[in-house]
């Protein structure tokens, strides 16, 4: 699909400098800009690429002064890399454009869905479902029964969401997330050996949630496991039965939340962090990649370590511990001093 420069100044109530009628079929970064590609220049790092860049078209900011002439045609911007990230946007919207259904599909018993609905092909709808407006299911998706998804959701292909499973609006499923599967719950019995204790909630996901590829959400054994609106969860994330996720949660690739853990508003979680379970992690925590956390935390604490420490007496401790073998070596040598 190729757009002009005149139709994305329009979009972006932007003021142009070349040719209106360049045309641009892809996106580019600065640097390794081509011929019908877009980009843009916010960074003042890069903007001697805006002299070299054989990119057609470039969003600048209006307050950028040239030093010399360019080849590329200009979009003046307020912000250049908010309006690129807003273009990304409507790109996105563009792209993913879909309606009607491909066969073969299957839609079960009872199930009801919106205007402008997509479904791909090889997806399973069970019954009792219910589906809202602008909702794109990709190919290979499975829906099971008494599900609910509102409206303007994306489930990309190979999702799998169980039964019960209710999804807010303006969400994002990846491929390959599995949500409401059981809990991991099993009790053993007096021989050693572990029975299935029986998973009977739900898995519940507010409005505007994204959960990245491969990250799988438990149901609960009673009640929900609960993520709240605006969380955003990276791809290959495990968060167990009963957990509860607060509004605007990020949490990065690999973290894995064990049963019954509650997690506040505005945390920030960074990659193979380990969380046990039956514990509060307050609001506007900050939580270093590869950190175990194993008790309550407070709001606003930022932790790093396994176990994890306050942030600045971690860093304060790992200055002796890396070097821990010349201090050894010093203290031997003054108990020899002292010995002698």
């Given at each position: ?63 950028f002064i040239l030093e010399k002439e360019v080849d590329t045609t200009l979009i003046k911007v307020d912000d250049a890399y908010k309006s690129f990230h807003r273009l990304l946007e409507y790109y996105n919207q563009v792209k993913l454009n879909k309606a009607g259904k491909e066969d073969p599909h299957f ?205 600045g007496d971690f860093n304060k401790s790992y200055v002796h511990f890396k070097n821990l073998p010349q201090n050894i070596e010093r203290l031997n040598k003054l108990e020899k001093k002292l010995n002698s």
């Open positions: 699909m190729k757009f002009t420069a005149q139709q994305i100044a329009d979009i972006l109530e932007g003021e142009i400098e070349g040719n209106p009628e360049a045309e641009v079929s892809k996106l580019s970064k600065i640097e390794e800009g081509s011929d019908e590609s877009l980009t843009f220049l916010a960074n003042p790092k890069y903007q001697h690429h805006i002299y070299t860049t054989a990119a057609s078209v470039c969003i600048i900011n209006r307050d839609i079960g018993e009872n199930t009801s869905y919106g205007n402008e609905i997509f479904i791909g092909a090889f997806a399973y709808i069970g019954k009792n479902v219910k589906i809202g407006d602008n909702v794109k299911i990709y190919p290979n998706v499975y829906i099971g029964d008494n599900v609910s998804i509102g409206n303007d959701v994306v489930i990309f292909a190979g999702a799998k969401i169980y039964s019960e499973t209710i999804i807010g609006d303006y969400c994002v499923i990846h491929s390959s997330a599995v949500i409401g599967a059981d809990g991991f719950g099993f009790s053993p019995d007096e021989k050693g050996e572990y029975q299935r204790v029986p998973q009977i909630g739900n898995v519940i996901i507010e409005d505007f949630v994204d959960v990245g590829a491969g990250t799988t959400i438990d149901r609960a054994t009673l009640g929900s496991t609960i993520i709240r609106k605006g969380v955003k969860l990276d791809n290959q994330i495990q968060i167990a039965h009963n957990v509860e996720i607060g509004e605007h949660t990020a949490i990065a690739a690999q973290t894995g939340i064990a049963g019954s853990t509650k997690i506040g508003k505005h945390c920030l979680i960074g990659g193979q962090v380990g969380i046990v379970g039956h514990i509060t992690i307050g609001n506007n925590v900050r939580i270093q990649a590869q950190t175990g956390i194993g008790r309550h935390v407070k709001d606003g604490e930022i932790l790093q370590g396994s176990p994890a420490l306050n942030y």
